[in-house]
Each structure stands twice: as structure tokens, then as C-alpha cells.
């Protein structure tokens, strides 16, 4: 296993959670991280990305202002911070590195991705 993410859970509408996700060296050194989620019956769709360096962030629209990725290379950890959360953000939360993207297309493209984690669940309740 290459990248484990963690922090899932339960909250109602408007709390909280913060996600991680850790890589080993081979999966997450020199690499930007995206992280993905799925819902049941849904297509797996893009959330946030951020650059190894940190200086690009890209956000689906939806987490714009709610959701923010951040990361610590010397953990080899990228968190995603969800605040405000609501009934449609419940999904499966995964995370996967990519290596050569800036764009928000490339990093919402998942063929391009190469390590995928095992995903984390998140429900939020209304």
C-alpha cells in the first residue's frame, strides 16, 4: 500500500473533519496529490489537488471556500480540511498522486494518476 488516507467519519451538516493522506517515499516524493471521492451509485469525481511544491491548488466548484489541501512533504502527508460540511459531500475519499500536471484539467483527470489510496468514508447527516 502506497498511500493511506485517514480522518474519515460521521458529522452532521456544517461540521467538520480533516482527511490525511500518507505516502511512502516511492509514491508521494516529487509528486502533486489529488484527492477524489465517490458516492454510492455516483462516478468517482475530482475534489482539490495541490502541486509538490504547494504553490498550485485547484478545487472542484462545489468545495470552493469550504474544503482546502494543504501538505507536509516532511510527512509525506497532504491533509484536506472540510469545513461546512453538507449531505452531498458523503463519499468515499480517495487520494492519488500524479506527477507533470499544473492544470486543473490534468489534476481532475484520474487515468493520469499513478497511486491510488484505499479510500475513507465520510457521511455527513442533515
Known amino acids: 500500500v502506497q498511500l493511506v488516507e485517514s480522518g474519515g467519519g460521521s458529522v452532521q451538516a456544517g461540521g467538520s473533519l480533516r482527511l490525511s493522506c500518507e505516502g511512502t517515499?516511492?509514491?508521494?516524493?516529487?509528486?502533486?496529490l489529488g484527492w477524489f471521492r465517490q458516492a454510492p451509485g455516483a462516478k468517482r469525481q475530482f475534489v482539490a489537488a495541490?502541486?509538490?511544491?504547494?504553490?498550485?491548488?485547484h478545487y472542484e466548484d462545489s468545495v470552493k471556500g469550504r474544503f482546502t489541501v494543504s501538505r507536509d512533504n516532511d510527512r509525506r502527508t497532504v491533509y484536506l480540511q472540510m469545513n461546512d460540511l453538507k449531505p452531498e459531500d458523503t463519499a468515499v475519499y480517495y487520494c492519488?498522486?500524479?506527477?507533470?500536471?499544473?492544470?486543473?484539467?490534468?489534476?481532475?483527470?484520474?487515468?493520469?494518476?499513478?497511486?491510488w489510496g484505499q479510500g475513507t468514508q465520510v457521511t455527513v447527516s442533515s
Open positions: 492519488a498522486t500524479v506527477v507533470g500536471c499544473s492544470g486543473y484539467g490534468c489534476y481532475a483527470a484520474e487515468e493520469g494518476y499513478q497511486y
Open positions: 517515499a516511492r509514491a508521494f516524493n516529487g509528486y502533486g
Open positions: 495541490n502541486s509538490y511544491s504547494d504553490r498550485i491548488t
